[in-house]
C-alpha cells in the first residue's frame, strides 16, 4: 500500500514537501522505484520524477527545471517531493506509485503497476 500525504494550499512562490510511505512491502530491500506524477483537472496524468532507493539513482523530467527534489528514506519507507518556487499551473493531485526495473527507474504512467490514492495541491493566492 502507497500513502501519499503532504499536499494543500499554498500561494504561488511557496513551497511543499509531498510523502509517499509504503506498507507491506520494504521499498528499499525489495529495490523498488518510486515515481511521482500529477494529474491537473481536466488533464491527463503526467510524469515528474522518480527514485530507485536502492542505487539512489533518480530522474525528472525536464519541464520541472529544477524546482522539484525527490529523496527517499530508507529507514522510514519514505520517498519525498520536495517542491519549490511553486505555480498555479502545478495544482492538481499528486499520485505515487511503485514498480520493479532492471536498471533506473522510469516515469511513464504505464509502467507501474501500484498507485497511492493521491495529495491535492492547490497553488493560489
Known amino acids: 500500500q502507497l500513502v501519499e500525504s503532504g499536499g494543500g494550499l499554498v500561494q504561488p512562490g511557496g513551497s511543499l514537501r509531498l510523502s509517499c510511505t509504503a506498507s507491506?512491502?520494504?521499498?528499499?530491500?525489495?529495490?523498488?522505484?518510486i515515481g511521482w506524477f500529477r494529474q491537473a483537472p481536466g488533464s491527463v496524468r503526467e510524469g515528474l520524477s522518480c527514485?530507485?532507493?536502492?542505487?539512489?539513482?533518480?530522474q525528472y523530467e525536464e519541464f520541472l527545471k529544477g524546482r522539484f527534489t525527490i529523496s527517499s528514506d530508507a529507514a522510514k519507507n519514505t520517498v519525498y517531493l520536495q517542491m519549490n518556487s511553486l505555480k498555479p499551473e502545478d495544482t492538481g493531485d499528486y499520485y505515487c506509485a511503485a514498480d520493479l526495473f532492471d536498471r533506473t527507474c522510469v516515469i511513464s504512467t504505464i509502467a507501474y503497476a501500484s498507485w497511492g490514492q493521491g495529495t491535492q495541491v492547490t497553488v493560489s493566492s
Open positions: 527514485i530507485r532507493l536502492r542505487t539512489n539513482n533518480a
Open positions: 507491506g512491502f520494504s521499498l528499499e530491500e525489495e529495490d523498488y522505484s
